[in-house]
């Protein structure tokens, strides 16, 4: 199966080619390679970071927008309920006046 064969999979021979010379033309290509994988690998962990910081950017902005909502709906409920006891309150004034 599949597995099996990964299991048994070792990686590429990075030491030496078929022949049992050096892989590399020279110890100045090895180390261009491996120079170029670091180089790779660094720039794929900035990219990471960066990502992760847009990310987190995002959240921010995102938490501030609902909370920005949040607050302009207990402003708007607060209002609704001065306007109900504005409106009660005159038609008690109204109701007193008719009275006397």
């Known amino acids: 199966s599949d597995d099996d064969e990964d299991d048994n999979y070792a990686g590429p021979d990075y ?7 050096d892989r590399y033309d020279s110890e100045e290509e090895g180390d261009h390679r491996y ?3 670091r180089a790779a690998a660094a720039a794929y962990a900035s990219a990471r ?3 992760s910081f847009r990310e987190q950017q995002e959240y921010r902005m995102w938490q501030e927008r609902e909370a920005q909502k949040r ?4 402003a708007s409920q607060e209002a609704a309920r001065e ?5 009660k309150a005159e038609r008690e ?4 006046e008719r009275e006397d």
């Open 15 to 21: 030491g030496s080619d078929e022949e049992g010379g």
């Open 35 to 37: 120079g170029s994988f």
């Open 49 to 51: 970071e960066e990502a």
């Open 71 to 74: 607050e302009a709906h207990e």
């Open 83 to 87: 306007k109900v006891r504005r409106e």
């Open 93 to 96: 004034k109204a109701r007193q």
